[in-house]
């Protein structure tokens, strides 16, 4: 398996997160925020596949680090008796998803500037890993359910709605369609952050 970029995950400024986002889906021209290590990251794509290679790199990168994240949860839901370690847990898959949302960002827009025409679709190994995230995030609910730990269980089912929409974005058969869908995840970015930090 190729080496993956570190990503140090940090706490978010709540009143800020709207206009980075605002900020990072509007801009055509935006730099790529992705910090990592090696040649290869700082070697400006040659033609369309390299563009496309290197988006579907990024993007499996965080679908790995939120299955690893959820075997996280489901493993503190047994084993841990403070709510609000296992409510951090959960906060943090968030905290993936924004990644992955920011890689799809880097990627549609070195696909633009490059006016790429061979995109089809990414590999389908990014919709196996949403899937099985998707129903690991099911688990993590009927573990909370079972434990009694049922003011978690609204925030967990956003996180399944996070998900859902993050397969979409990988089902994309072309661009526009990406696009489009960075676009609807800017516009419900509000009520998401809202409810991340109601608890």
């Given at each position: 398996?190729?080496?993956?970029?570190?990503?140090?995950?940090r706490?978010?400024?709540v009143?800020?997160?709207e206009?980075?986002?605002s900020?990072?889906?509007?801009s055509?021209?935006?730099?790529?925020?992705i910090?990592?290590?090696?040649?290869?990251?700082f070697?400006?794509?040659?033609?369309?596949?390299?563009i496309?290679?290197?988006g579907?790199?990024?993007?499996?990168?965080?679908?790995?680090?939120?299955d690893?994240?959820l075997?996280?949860?489901?493993?503190r839901?047994d084993?841990?008796?403070?709510?609000?370690?296992?409510?951090k847990n959960?906060r943090?898959?968030?905290?993936?998803?924004?990644?992955?949302?920011?890689y799809?960002?880097?990627?549609?827009?070195?696909?633009s500037?490059?006016?790429?025409?061979?995109?089809?679709?990414?590999?389908?190994?990014?919709?196996?890993?949403?899937?099985?995230n998707?129903t690991?995030?099911?688990?993590?609910?009927?573990?909370?359910?079972?434990?009694?730990?049922?003011?978690?269980?609204p925030l967990t089912?956003?996180l399944?709605?996070?998900?859902?929409?993050?397969?979409?974005?990988?089902s994309s058969?072309?661009l526009?369609?990406v696009?489009?869908?960075?676009?609807e995840?800017r516009?419900?970015i509000?009520r998401?952050?809202?409810?991340?930090?109601?608890?």
């Open positions: 398996m190729k080496d993956h970029p570190a990503i140090d995950f706490p978010m400024d009143e800020g997160e206009d980075r986002f900020e990072t889906l509007d055509p021209d935006i730099e790529n925020e910090e990592c290590s090696g040649e290869r990251c070697t400006p794509p040659e033609d369309d596949w390299e496309i290679n290197r579907s790199d990024f993007i499996i990168h965080g679908l790995e680090t939120l690893e994240q075997d996280i949860i489901a493993t839901i084993t841990e008796n403070k709510i609000e370690e296992i409510l959960i943090k898959g968030f905290s993936i998803i924004d990644d992955i949302i920011l799809a960002t880097t990627f549609i827009n070195e696909a500037e490059a006016k790429v025409e061979k995109f089809r679709g990414f590999i389908s190994d990014l919709l196996d890993f949403a899937n099985t998707i690991k995030t099911l688990v993590i609910v009927r573990k909370l359910r079972a434990r009694s730990l049922l003011s978690l269980i089912k956003d399944i709605m996070e998900q859902k929409h993050i397969k979409k974005l990988v058969s072309n526009e369609q696009k489009e869908l960075l676009k995840y516009r419900t509000r998401r952050v809202s409810r991340r930090y109601s608890i």
